[in-house]
């Protein structure tokens, strides 16, 4: 069975398309406009193994808010789509990312359940790239992509001094844990008591 999905999202503040392919190699083609993004987006996919492409334009002349939220949401709900009914797979991941100083732990359960715990102090820092990604929004785009998927995510700072390493770091795990949790691991049927997640 092929997991993927797309999803076109539309407002007035933004216009978004997304393709992901929860069986791919690792191939993406990401345009937000906002280029660091584009950067810790290409992570996902690139540790997710996720063949992912991602267009999105927004009214990042006022803000780029608008267009990293509606970005996450998307893709989070592209990713539940593309995750189906779950059978088969491993459903829990966990681990420590490192990137040089900065380490993040990551857990997270496919379980159905949307909740975050977000537990990293962000290093004062200046926005970064052109047009600015505000750090602080690292916790609302993890926070957004988790609750429309449906994902139980905890992700803490170990340590970190470069803003930087801190973001890609957490991004990194999030992609490496979510390419952990989704492989297919068994023959079939649903990992939960329940029989549904």
Same mark, same amino acid.
């Given at each position: /069975? %092929?997991?993927? =999905?797309?999803?076109?999202?539309?407002? *007035?503040?933004?216009?978004?398309?997304?393709?992901?392919?929860?069986? @791919?190699? !690792?191939?993406?083609?990401? %345009?937000?406009?906002?280029?660091?993004?584009?950067?810790?987006?290409?992570?996902? !996919?690139?540790?997710?193994?996720?063949?992912? *492409?991602?267009?999105?334009?927004?009214?990042?002349?006022?803000?780029?808010?608008?267009?990293?939220?509606?970005?996450?949401?998307?893709?989070?709900?592209?990713?539940?789509?593309?995750?189906?009914?779950? &059978?088969?797979? #491993?459903?829990? &991941?966990? !681990?420590?990312?490192?990137?040089?100083?900065?380490?993040?732990?990551? =857990?997270?359960?496919? %379980?159905?359940?949307?909740?975050?715990?977000?537990?990293?102090?962000?290093?004062? %820092?200046?926005?970064?790239?052109?047009?600015?990604?505000?750090?602080?929004?690292?916790?609302?785009?993890?926070?957004?992509?988790?609750?429309?998927?449906?994902?139980?995510?905890?992700?803490? /700072?170990? #340590?970190?001094?470069?803003?930087?390493?801190?973001?890609?770091?957490?991004? *990194?795990?999030?992609?490496?844990?979510?390419?952990? =949790?989704? #492989?297919?691991?068994?023959? !079939?049927?649903?990992?939960?008591? *329940? @029989?549904?997640?």
């Amino acid at each position: /069975m %092929s997991r993927t =999905a797309s999803r076109i999202r539309t407002t *007035k503040e933004t216009s978004i398309e997304i393709w992901i392919d929860l069986d @791919g190699t !690792g191939v993406t083609d990401i %345009s937000t406009g906002i280029p660091f993004y584009d950067h810790m987006l290409d992570q996902i !996919g690139r540790h997710g193994a996720f063949d992912l *492409k991602i267009k999105a334009i927004g009214d990042i002349e006022i803000d780029t808010h608008h267009t990293v939220e509606d970005v996450a949401i998307t893709l989070g709900e592209c990713f539940a789509e593309a995750l189906g009914d779950k &059978a088969g797979v #491993r459903r829990f &991941a966990s !681990g420590k990312y490192p990137l040089d100083e900065a380490l993040i732990d990551v =857990a997270l359960d496919l %379980s159905g359940r949307p909740h975050v715990e977000w537990h990293v102090e962000m290093p004062e %820092s200046l926005p970064l790239g052109n047009p600015a990604f505000d750090p602080q929004l690292a916790e609302h785009v993890v926070s957004s992509f988790a609750t429309a998927a449906g994902i139980t995510l905890h992700v803490e /700072m170990v #340590r970190g001094r470069n803003t930087h390493h801190v973001i890609e770091a957490t991004f *990194k795990g999030i992609a490496r844990a979510l390419r952990d =949790a989704v #492989r297919i691991e068994g023959p !079939g049927g649903v990992p939960s008591t *329940k @029989g549904v997640l």
